[in-house]
């Protein structure tokens, strides 16, 4: 089971951030933060991800709470093609043992003009 | 480099058929996936890889059987298919954090 529970859908203006909430209040201590996203019907792509610290990369930021029960993906400026389905997972990093990365639902996220 | 690469893209098989889709990685990672995605649905995880000669279930792993025999390779194999395993199915790999998918395969059962 996914151990994560998010949105199923969100809206976002062109040009404006979008926020995604994820909710994982049983993460354990060891287990990050994963984001991926689907657009269309291809593959998922890797976004970001973080344990404990706030992390930013060219595509996105990070936010996870102090008791890391909660974290919100943040798109600074959405554009059109940022239109998908996106995925928290948590889980542990492949060195640390199985990686399973189950996928939950994730959240459709629509970009409008 | 390819990445992952998935062979077939498409397939339609009849019930009672067997087959096997192949995947390949040319990244010498450890971890590799297989996930079938229903219409609207999520990923859901079939079996996994912790390297060659190993292999464990997911989350849905009844009617698939799979191989690791060399660590670029990861196969997935339907017995005898169903319609209920009309599905897209992706392919995995990672080594540290991030992994990459294949393009899929789209499995047609009648």
């Known amino acids: 089971d996914a151990k994560t529970t998010q949105p199923p859908s969100m809206d976002c203006a062109e040009g404006r951030a979008a926020n995604l909430p994820c909710n994982h209040s049983?993460?354990?201590?060891?287990?990050?933060v994963y984001w991926y996203r689907q657009i269309h019907s291809q593959g998922p792509q890797y976004i970001i991800h973080?344990?404990?610290n706030n992390e930013t990369n060219e595509m996105a930021s990070l936010i996870i709470t102090e008791d890391r029960k909660s974290s919100t993906l943040i798109l600074p400026h959405a554009t059109l093609r940022d239109t998908a389905v996106y995925y928290c997972i948590v889980d542990f990093p492949p060195i640390q043992g199985a990686q399973k990365l189950v996928f939950g639902q994730g959240t459709r996220l629509t970009i409008n003009p | 480099n390819a990445g992952v690469t998935q062979t077939p893209k498409f397939r339609v098989l009849k019930t009672g058929q067997s087959m096997t889709l192949l995947c390949a990685q040319d990244m010498n990672h450890e971890y590799m996936y297989w996930y079938r995605q229903d219409p609207g649905m999520g990923l859901r995880l079939i079996h996994y890889?912790?390297?060659?000669?190993?292999?464990a279930k997911g989350e849905v792993p009844d009617g698939y059987n799979v191989s690791r025999l060399k660590k670029q390779n990861f196969l997935l194999g339907l017995e005898s298919a169903a319609p209920s395993q009309t599905s897209v199915y992706f392919c995995?790999?990672?080594?540290?954090?991030?992994?990459?998918f294949g393009q899929g395969t789209r499995l047609t059962v009648v």
């Open positions: 995995a790999s990672s080594y540290w954090v991030e992994a990459f």
């Open positions: 973080g344990l404990k």
């Open positions: 049983t993460i354990s201590g060891n287990e990050y």
């Open positions: 890889s912790v390297g060659e000669g190993t292999t």
